[in-house]
């Protein structure tokens, strides 16, 4: 008798048992709490976050592309060959004729007055200038602008610089806009030969406008006076400090 009362209590302990386990079972997972079928919110373009760049991210992209370029990173346009090269690749495209050319000075200038910079490269056969190339950039490209060391003479911090056809035939310019095959230039003043009669007629012009030798005279001592773009040596650290 006690042992049928003994398993009858059994029974019941298991009965409360599997009662309060069927209790604390976890919630099964409905289709509405499956991540592989709950639909998929698309963000608004109101919601996210969108870039736009600030006038410090727009001032800098100038300063990166022309470093980029002196790095042998990215290439430039070059407005006389009508091509994209690589500055090195640049240096080297005639050698068969010329020899590889080096950059051994550089400066930085707004020479046409847009409020954004030029670089300006000093180009060497040996140990000598030959020419120069002027770095402009506009809408994130950068564009060569080619000039034969006579053309480019004595730059000035304002902008202007002379240039020599020949002894005689002598001025002073300044960049007014940089197109993008050529430049636009203003020539302040000059002297022109003319070689048509039995004697050379030397005409002098200021402002575009006739005047005599001597105040032509006067004109290219004040040009001398101004003071002279500072050039640096051509290395990493400098395209890293002066660039800007």
């Known amino acids: 008798m006690k ?48 870039h736009t760049p600030s006038p410090e991210d727009e001032n800098s992209l100038p300063t990166n592309a022309y470093k980029a370029v002196l790095q042998n990173d990215i290439a430039f346009i070059s407005t006389e060959d009508n091509l994209e090269f690589f500055l090195n690749d640049f240096l080297s495209r005639n050698s068969e004729y010329e020899g590889i050319y080096k950059v051994t000075h550089f400066t930085v200038i707004d020479m046409d007055g847009d ?7 000093e180009l060497s056969l040996g140990d000598y200038p030959d020419q120069y190339e002027i770095l402009h950039y506009s809408n994130g490209k950068v564009y060569g602008y080619n ?6 003479e004595m730059p000035k911090e304002d902008g202007t610089y002379s240039y020599a056809n020949s002894a005689s035939d002598v001025g ?13 230039i203003e020539t302040l003043g000059y002297a022109q030969s003319d070689y048509s009669g ?19 005279d006067a004109f290219i001592d004040q040009q001398n006076k101004k003071k002279d773009l500072q050039w640096y040596a ?9 660039v800007f």
């Open 3 to 50: 042992s049928k009362v003994y398993i009858l209590f059994l029974i019941l302990v298991l009965v409360f048992s599997l009662s309060a386990c069927s209790t604390n079972k976890p919630n099964s997972i409905t289709n509405n709490d499956n991540p592989s079928s709950s639909p998929i919110t698309n963000t608004s373009t109101n919601d996210a976050t969108i």
């Open 115 to 121: 409020q954004i910079s030029e670089v300006i490269l």
């Open 147 to 152: 000039y034969v060391y006579r053309g480019f």
């Open 172 to 184: 002073t310019e300044k960049i007014l806009n940089f197109n993008s095959d050529a430049v636009e």
């Open 198 to 216: 039995e004697n050379i007629v030397i005409s002098y012009f200021v402002n575009n406008a006739s005047v005599a030798k001597e105040d032509f």
């Open 234 to 242: 051509f290395s990493a650290e400098n395209i890293e400090e002066k």
